[in-house]
């Protein structure tokens, strides 16, 4: 479906005194974001293949609910305003005026519309084979989490540092709407998408935050724009 823009490898170990941390380093891996909603026609079947997408180690994908076709029958009961104005950002970018759903990013960088797993998948592949421009490490102790990063190359900074969680699966009975009568899984349901900090990209990244809760957490330095994603990495 179509939306017009408005012009406008874990490890764990103990810790002296008991704590124990999760310590995860970033591997050559994709975040994959997709765009959709409960109220899309044309988005079951990139749900289902982002659910088939989420058991790839080498790929973090992470589901996105839009809120603009909410007033056609049914609201999705995990759309935010904030992922609509994060698609609309990505439009914006490129200086396109549509969205659509589904729709999905690759690496911050490709842009995918409509349903098309095997475009998907060849992008996922040519961006496992390009090289890392950072390393990114990142350990959690109860509720602080400690982010460390380092240029491996030349890269033009700012780059954004986000902290996303998610929900990692829910069935949902659609009962109104163009989706009236379907039992949906949706899988890697974002809930939060924080921009944390800014790193200029010379010097190393060092820094702390907070994360409460069991949902799992990733963190992505991604240059402004939003644009490419250098590194990525998730601690469950």
Same mark, same amino acid.
């Given at each position: ?5 408005? &012009? ?5 170990? &103990? ?22 909603? +409960? ?6 079947? &990139? ?10 180690? !080498? ?22 305003? %904030?992922?609509?104005?994060?698609? %609309?950002?990505?439009?914006? &970018? ?8 589904? +729709? ?9 519309? #409509?349903? +098309?797993? @095997? ?40 780059? =954004?540092?986000?902290?996303? =969680?998610? !929900?990692?699966?829910? @069935? ?33 990244? @060092?820094? +702390?935050?907070?994360?409460?809760? @069991? ?9 402004? #724009? ?11």
């Amino acid at each position: 479906m179509r939306h017009i823009v408005s &012009a406008a490898c874990g490890l764990w170990f &103990a810790l002296s005194g008991g704590a124990v941390a999760q310590t995860v380093s970033s591997e050559p891996v994709v975040v994959v974001e997709l765009y959709t909603s +409960q109220g899309c026609s044309s988005c079951p079947p &990139a749900d289902a293949y982002f659910t088939a997408l989420a058991e790839d180690p !080498r790929v973090i994908p992470l589901a996105l609910h839009v809120d603009y076709w909410d007033y056609i029958g049914w609201e999705d009961t995990f759309a935010n305003p %904030k992922f609509t104005d994060r698609q %609309k950002a990505y439009a914006h &970018a490129v200086g396109s005026r549509t969205i659509y759903t589904p +729709q999905m990013i690759v690496g911050g960088r490709d842009r995918v519309e #409509g349903h +098309q797993p @095997d475009l998907v998948t060849e992008l996922i592949r040519e961006q496992l084979l390009a090289a890392q421009s950072v390393a990114l490490v990142m350990q959690r102790t109860g509720d602080r989490l400690h982010i460390q990063a380092r240029p491996i190359a030349a890269i033009n900074g700012p780059v =954004r540092v986000q902290l996303v =969680r998610y !929900r990692p699966s829910e @069935d949902v009975v659609i009962e109104h709407g163009e989706n009236a009568g379907m039992t949906v899984r949706y899988t890697n349901i974002v809930t939060s998408w924080q921009m944390i900090g800014e790193w200029p990209g010379a010097a190393p990244l @060092d820094m +702390q935050t907070e994360v409460s809760g @069991d949902d799992p957490a990733v963190v992505i330095l991604q240059q402004d #724009g939003p644009a490419d994603i250098l590194a990525a990495a998730r601690i469950e």
